[in-house]
């Protein structure tokens, strides 16, 4: 079993999530198949699909205009939120700090996060993607928690690029991750792979040693292009 998790990112209306939905339901899977969508779409029923967020306040309640806590998404019924995804860390600066102060929130909810790391191409470039991975991995999770999580490496510079790295490329990564988790308490972590991810890619990606599914950008818009990752493997 892989997990499929779609971001939205900020596209789409409910009535397309419905119709997603109505797509899928009659997709036959084993997967784990997640969609994170807009805050305005959550309360839609998923059917066989989790819903989720793409962020989540650092706060609980209280005066923070147009934050949304945890707990407001669970009451949604979502299940899961993407926490520390590079736009965020790109636009909103997020750092890993903060992240892990969000994943701290998600927990608290009953929320499952997943949480994104991954290099920039100047980090890549000057030799860093494995420092920037651990130290992600590390400064973005909690110590000793005792609840599930999510992780899923993006390396930032193939995010709606059209690029992937190499086979060994996300073979080294997700090792290291899956390292990093177990020395943390937290072997068996499910970490995902994300970045143009397609119908034609996806199987090969998921046969990497250490990839226990995906994480789709673009290509979980349209039922068209998403049903094909979906069913690419068992
Ligand atoms: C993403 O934004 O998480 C992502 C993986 O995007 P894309 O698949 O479009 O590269």
Not at 7 to 32: F, H, I, P, S, Y
Not at 105 to 113: E, H, I, M, Q
Not at 118 to 124: H, P
């Amino acid at each position: 079993m892989k997990v499929i998790a779609g971001n939205w990112k900020m596209n789409g209306t409910r009535n397309g999530l419905k119709d997603m939905v109505a797509a899928l339901q009659n997709v036959e899977t084993e997967n784990k198949v997640i969609l994170c969508v807009p805050f305005t779409m959550l309360g839609v029923d998923g059917g066989k699909v989790s819903l989720g967020s793409q962020d989540v306040s650092t706060h609980d309640h209280g005066a923070y205009t147009g934050e949304v806590s945890a707990q407001m998404i669970s009451d949604t019924g979502a299940k899961y939120v993407i926490v520390g995804h590079s736009e965020r860390r790109q636009y909103h600066n997020e750092t890993n700090d903060i992240v892990r102060q969000k994943v701290e929130a998600a927990l608290s909810a009953g929320l499952t996060p997943i949480v994104c790391v991954g290099e920039t191409m100047d980090e890549k470039q000057a030799g860093k993607t494995m420092e920037i991975i651990e130290s992600g991995v590390r400064e973005s999770i909690p110590n000793n928690i005792d609840k599930d999580i999510i992780v899923a490496y993006e390396p930032r510079w193939a995010i709606g690029a059209g690029l992937t790295p190499t086979t060994e490329e996300i073979a080294e990564a997700h090792k290291l991750i899956a390292d990093t988790l177990t020395s943390m308490g937290l072997a068996g972590t499910p970490v995902l792979y994300g970045a143009s991810v397609k119908g034609s890619n996806a199987a090969e990606i998921m046969s990497i040693p250490n990839v226990d599914g995906v994480l789709v950008g673009g290509a979980s818009l349209k039922p068209d292009d998403f049903i094909p990752i979906i069913t690419s493997v068992k």
